[in-house]
């Protein structure tokens, strides 16, 4: 029996490049959540990133391995950014200009086989700086029982291109439609890509973070509710 | 406006409801346009616009039909290019029920957002309700702390929703072949479900009882008994519809190869549900991707092989009787265990209790008694968790369940606040009317309602 701490692997800290390194994407201040207002809570000082996963490091365990070596072995490393395995999710980041490439390997491989696009939907991350808007792409592979691949490429607010998938899964259709209607990410290639569900002459792209919200004027003295945005909220 | 019918072929006889600039329509007036000759069926006698089409020298015609049409679930407008009788070009036009529920998600509480998603697809408010509700508690990283009580209320209140979901659309689909029977058949079997929903959350649709952690509040006394009662009653009226439809001539003369999709198309197009089980592919997320403990059940996956509107039918009527199993075992399984129908971490488990008092439904009052008069940190804590709400740790998830008309997928984005960074939903409906074009070109214009009708889409869930 000594004194000095033992050793065992699992003790250690992890090794540099051996577990995920969180992406940052903004900060919060403040311990509450609230942004408006001063704070009298003597904690408005306090600033914590905001953490989203990051790159996996290998072996990503289960099934994550196959389907990364098969992709690995039909495209070129280049059109890879990163790989995040979270809870129980695989969401291979690829860079737009390999994501035609990458979508029909997906499809055509036999032992990747992902013959269903079910979903494409948008989200802004105005702190993402270059990559402000991410086109996230949700495949299903029947084939190997259902196995579920999230693809996921981004696109800077001042070049909103991103390659359309139509062509390889034409269920991206209208989906990729309604992302460039809700947030402005043009998608080359597209047979037509027209507003889906706002008005054809709507202006702007109401998804957006940077979208403005109207306030509701209420009968009071001129009052108005002011737009959710802008409310006290504790966020 | 004049109805005689020597000024029909004068380009001024209907315009005269439209040139009432609160009535005239921005894209297409009536009249002469390069396109071709304009006509806005805007009140008037309808033999008139018949007649004055019929003088046209050529066949074809391109018809809005929608957004309101009585035929058109809600507010699909389906733009048909016709060559006398035969659809040569469908497109489906939508959006004219996009109400931003998406949106409006990012400024509420996650548990407020369940509130917002019911509404989405109104006709099947439980599985949205139970998509989100899973997508928020992968993100949470509690799928497996969900009680079993809270995942077996669950299932049961989906099986009654699929099969509510299955009855508007054989009634609807019915009734605009003009089998009205279908339809109150229908809305018959419907209502006693429904009024299973009012009993056990309170209201008919939007319910907002499955919440994150669990459900709102347990079973009622005396609701499985109720829905023991209707068992009978339901399958009585499953067979009535079945009676009157199976084999019926003419249904089957609208229904038998119309609609026409293989699973080749099904595939490329993201079909899934009934569609795509008609084409033959026993695909099921409740078998292939078991959620709230289907796994635990057995039923079995109607399947058929014709890929048109009758199997489509005929594999929705097969369903609610599978449905119809899987809710007799649920509440087998609920009848003998008590439980916890909501997460045990009080971090996240909603506080408030409900009871029903004289006057109605409201909080429970050991609850009000305990934060109101015992405990100052109860009521901190009831007040926080329900103005606040909890915080999601960052990241994101995509959850799919098996809704009676396909995938509907949930995909939620988390900024560790305590509101969805984003929300999105890929509602089955939306994605499968794209297949209209598919369905309907090269098919009679009666053919184009019963096809619209094999998808079922419902706009609320298509436009969010």
């Known amino acids: 029996m000594t004194d000095t701490p033992t050793s065992a692997p699992e003790n250690l800290p992890a090794g540099p490049g051996t577990t995920p390194e969180p992406i940052q994407r903004g900060e919060r201040t403040g311990m509450f959540g609230a942004t408006r207002g001063a704070d009298t809570t003597g904690y408005g000082g306090l600033r914590s990133p905001i953490l989203f996963p990051g790159a996996a490091v290998r072996p990503y365990g289960g099934d994550f391995d196959a389907v990364a070596d098969a992709l690995e072995a039909r495209v070129s490393p280049e059109a890879f950014v990163r790989t995040v395995i979270d809870r129980g999710e695989m969401t291979v980041v690829v860079n737009r200009e390999h994501l035609p490439a990458v979508a029909r390997a997906l499809r055509d491989d036999p032992d990747l086989r992902f013959e269903m696009c079910l979903s494409v939907s948008g989200v802004n991350y105005p702190a993402d700086v270059g990559s402000e808007l991410h086109v996230v792409y949700h495949l299903m592979s029947i084939t190997h029982g259902c196995r579920r691949l999230r693809l996921e490429v981004t696109c800077p607010d001042a070049d909103p291109h991103v390659p359309s998938v139509v062509a390889t899964y034409p269920a991206a259709d209208w989906h990729e439609r309604e992302t460039w209607d809700m947030f402005g990410i043009i998608f080359d290639g597209h047979p037509s890509l027209t507003r889906i569900l706002m008005p054809d002459d709507w202006p702007g792209h109401p998804q957006r973070k940077d979208y403005p919200l109207g306030g509701i004027p209420v009968e009071y003295k001129g009052g108005s509710v002011p737009p959710p945005d802008q409310r006290r909220s504790y966020n | ?464």
């Not at chain 2, 508690?137 to 299955?166: C, F, Q, W, Y």
């Not at chain 2, 209201?203 to 109720?226: C, E, F, S, T």
């Not at chain 2, 993201?270 to 991707?289: C, E, I, Q, W, Y």
């Not at chain 2, 305590?418 to 499968?432: D, V």
């Open chain 2, 1 to 464: 406006m004049t109805t005689d019918s020597s000024m029909s072929t004068d380009s001024t006889v209907f315009t005269a409801t439209t040139d009432d600039p609160d009535t005239a329509d921005v894209y297409a007036a009536s009249g002469d346009h390069a396109e071709g000759r304009v006509f806005n069926a805007v009140g008037g006698d309808w033999d008139d616009i018949v007649g004055d089409v019929g003088s046209l020298p050529e066949e074809r015609i391109v018809v809005n039909m929608g957004p309101q049409h009585p035929s058109t679930h809600g507010v699909l407008r389906l733009i048909l290019e016709l060559e006398g009788e035969t659809v040569t070009e469908a497109r489906a036009g939508i959006g004219y029920l996009h109400t931003g529920i998406e949106k409006n998600m990012e400024f509420r509480t996650w548990t407020q957002g369940v509130t917002f998603c019911t509404r989405m697809d109104y006709v099947m408010p439980l599985f949205t309700e139970t998509a989100y509700c899973l997508a928020v508690e992968k993100l949470l990283g509690i799928t497996d702390d969900i009680p079993e009580r809270a995942s077996a209320i669950r299932v049961l209140m989906m099986e009654l929703n699929r099969i509510t979901s299955h009855l508007v659309c054989m009634g609807t689909g019915g009734m605009e072949m003009g089998a009205t029977t279908v339809m109150t058949i229908g809305f018959r079997e419907r209502e006693r479900i429904l009024s299973i929903f009012e009993m056990i959350s309170g209201l008919r649709m939007n319910h907002a009882y499955i919440r994150p952690g669990g459900v709102a509040q347990d079973l009622p006394a005396g609701a499985i008994q109720a829905i023991r009662e209707i068992i009978p009653d339901l399958r009585k009226g499953f067979h009535e519809l079945e009676l009157l439809m199976n084999e019926n001539p003419i249904l089957k003369g609208r229904m038998v190869g119309v609609g026409y999709l293989d699973l080749t198309g099904c595939i490329a197009l993201g079909v899934t549900g009934p569609m795509l089980r008609s084409a033959g592919l026993p695909h099921d997320l409740r078998k292939s991707a078991p959620y709230c403990g289907y796994e635990n059940y057995s039923f079995e996956i109607p399947t058929r092989s014709g890929a048109d509107a009758y199997d489509r039918l005929r594999n929705r009527i097969d369903e609610m009787w599978q449905s119809l199993a899987i809710v007799e075992q649920v509440i087998d399984v609920l009848q003998g265990r008590a439980g916890p129908v909501m997460v045990a971490d009080k971090k996240i488990a909603w506080p408030a209790q409900l009871a029903i008092g004289s006057d109605g439904m409201g909080n429970s009052l050991a609850h009000i008694k305990e934060i109101m008069g015992t405990s100052m940190e109860s009521l901190i804590h009831h007040f926080k968790l329900v103005t606040e709400g909890f915080r999601v740790p960052p990241g994101q998830a995509y959850v799919a369940v098996e809704s009676p008309k396909g995938e509907l997928g949930c995909h939620l984005v988390s900024d560790g606040g305590t509101r969805p960074f984003r929300a999105h939903f890929r509602e089955p409906s939306f994605n499968n009317l794209q297949a209209v074009a598919a369905l309907c070109e090269g098919a009679q214009v009666a053919d184009v309602i019963v096809a619209v009708a094999s998808i079922d889409p419902v706009m609320g869930g298509v436009d969010r």
